[in-house]
């Protein structure tokens, strides 16, 4: 199975910071990645597919970058609703893995 | 608008069954894939399993291998998760989740999720 990591697994952060969230993969995924951003007792949403290519009504702030084993989520400019658990997920072959999860709060 | 409305959890007895099902709406069903992702409260994202748009795809997480049983009625709207030899280390909320490819990749819809609890 390919295994999913995830750093960091928590981070303090202002309003206005730029934040970066890194998953690596155990073995090669191409583009096979998505992001995913969840908040408590929600249901997860959709940022990323395809490892950079933004869901549609996700804010801009928003971006994925990465191939083969290294990839992150960045946010620009984090926002008071960013608040959040953030998951990376491997599609490239079953069974498809989620990543351990950075949970990103208030500084 | 997309919805997934989950049914079927509540308390399950060690080694019997459950049967989880997933009612779509809102979006042409038989076109794509659909995925269950369970998560203990508290806890990370486990995705559990997937199936293509014409169930010739099918994927399962390890742990549930041999139990699990996914399905789907195209013609009904509807996911299914059949679950045996239901274990404790199974209570999760399980959520139905659909993709926006007839293969599965990484899903983009999701219902509120139904919890599943197994104690005896």
Known sequence: ?107 | EVQLVESGGGLGQPGGSLRLSCAASGFIFEDYAMHWVRQVPGKGLEWVSGIGHNSRSVGYVDSVKGRFTISRDNAKNSLYLQMNNLRTEDTALYYCAGDTRSWPESPAYWGQGTLVTVSS
């Open chain 1, 1 to 107: 199975d390919i295994q999913m990591t995830q750093s960091p697994s928590s981070l303090s952060a202002s309003v206005g910071d730029r934040v970066t969230i890194t998953c690596r993969a155990s073995q090669g995924i191409r583009n096979e990645l998505g992001w995913y951003q969840q908040k408590p007792g929600k249901a997860p949403k959709r940022l990323i597919y395809a490892a950079s290519n933004l869901q549609s009504g996700v804010p801009s702030r928003f971006s994925g970058s990465g191939s083969g084993t290294e990839f992150t989520l960045t946010i620009s400019s984090l926002q008071p609703e960013d608040f959040a658990t953030y998951y990376c997920l491997q599609h490239n072959t079953y069974p498809f893995t989620f990543g351990p999860g950075t949970k990103v709060d208030i500084k």
